[in-house]
């Protein structure tokens, strides 16, 4: 079977196992999100997490990032389903897969699969997450077949102290952790990924688990010149995410003793800029105030150039590319605000 999604950019193939039919242990359920229900599954003998997604379009749409796109491409480019398999296959092709928990291809549950499932179930809302009725039921199931680690599913419900410890340390646990992170990060960003969701439910041990909302180039909102002469560009950058990277370093500083506190950052702190004097007069205009924040974190996952064979030489090459791009943008960024007077960055 083919690899999916079909349109341009990295395909996700399709999970093997031994080859012939699967067959499916549903185990344990681990936890869910927005977008899937998690499941520990034997398969074939071997055990795995399978994280399976809910219909329905919980998803926010092009349109709010001033992109237009057909119903077909929404689906293609912005459906969870397809926006994890294609940042998955953009490692894969990389050769970055560390940067994250494993997945090993997609596979669709047929109904003989959900109605061992459905056996075994007493948390899923089948009539809501895979429309089944009377009339109607066994649409295949979209899937990804994922590595299983030891996860501290700490209940939404779950406050205090105790839990929301629980839920920083499952995701940065050392202050190694908290540096690989941040390398990680950049690592998305240099292949062209825009992660969008970074937070400490979606990271395990500085590695990430969940690429649901992730966009991956090519990509119709990772397009520069439409981010460049947008009014509000901010989602699109990497910005975003070196931001969200800082509020996980930061909750981490929450419930450690200062001796145990972590300096360093992915981009300089944004109330810490508006104070500076030379800021706030730049902050009356808040386009300018982004671009020049922007800066603070010049990885940009927009200008990556996919390439379908981007290994090797030619993958060395892109990644020199890249940063020249980078740093070519914000040399010429600066120049323009020496001109100004203002020193306030005009997107190249
Ligand atoms: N590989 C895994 N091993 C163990 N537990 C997992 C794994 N992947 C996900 N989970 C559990 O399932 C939950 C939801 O998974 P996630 O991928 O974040 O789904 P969503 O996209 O809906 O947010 C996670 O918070 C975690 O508790
Ligand atoms: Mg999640």
């Known amino acids: 079977m083919e690899s ?6 990295p395909q996700l193939a399709r999970f093997r196992g031994q080859g012939g039919a699967l067959d499916i242990d549903f185990l344990q359920y681990l936890g869910s999100g927005v977008h899937a229900h998690v499941w520990k599954v034997r398969i074939d003998g071997a055990i795995y997490a399978l994280k399976m997604f809910r219909f329905g379009n919980n998803f926010t749409p092009a349109s ?3 992109v237009e796109l057909s119903d077909e491409e929404e689906i293609m480019y912005m459906h969870p389903f397809n926006c994890e398999s294609r940042a998955y296959a953009r490692l894969h092709e990389a050769n970055e897969e560390h940067v994250a928990i494993p997945c090993y291809g997609y596979i669709l549950l047929d109904q003989e699969q959900q109605k061992r499932l459905r056996k075994r179930d007493t948390t899923c809302d089948w009539v809501k997450d895979w429309y089944y009725s009377d009339a109607y039921a066994g649409r295949p199931v979209q899937a990804l077949v994922k590595e299983f680690i030891e996860y501290d599913n700490v209940g939404a419900r779950e406050r205090g102290l105790d839990a929301n410890l629980r839920r920083v340390t499952r ?12 390398d990680n990060m950049a690592t998305l960003h240099r292949i062209g990924i825009l992660h969008r969701d970074i937070n400490n439910s979606n990271v395990a041990q500085g590695r990430f688990l ?26 699109q950058l990497g910005i975003t995410d070196a931001y969200d990277v800082d509020l996980m370093i930061g909750h981490w500083n929450q419930y450690h003793p200062p001796k145990r506190r972590l300096w360093f950052r992915a981009a300089q702190s944004q109330e810490y800029l508006k104070r500076l004097r030379s800021y706030s ?68």
């Open 171 to 182: 995701a940065i646990d050392s202050p190694k952790t908290a540096r690989a992170l941040l």
């Open 210 to 235: 969940d690429f649901s909302t992730s966009w991956t180039k090519p990509h119709p909102c990772l397009d520069p010149e439409q981010i460049e002469s947008s009014d509000s560009p901010f989602h």
């Open 4 to 9: 999916l999604p079909q349109i341009p950019g």
């Open 64 to 66: 709010c990032f001033h």
């Open 281 to 348: 007069k730049k902050f009356k205009d808040s386009r300018n105030f982004i671009w020049e924040w922007t800066q603070e974190y010049p990885g940009r996952p927009d200008l990556c150039r996919w390439e379908s064979e981007d290994m090797g030489a030619k993958q060395r090459r892109s990644k020199r590319d890249w940063r020249k791009q980078c740093l070519r943008r914000k040399e010429k960024a600066k120049q323009i605000g020496q001109h100004d007077g203002l020193k306030i960055y005009q997107p190249a």
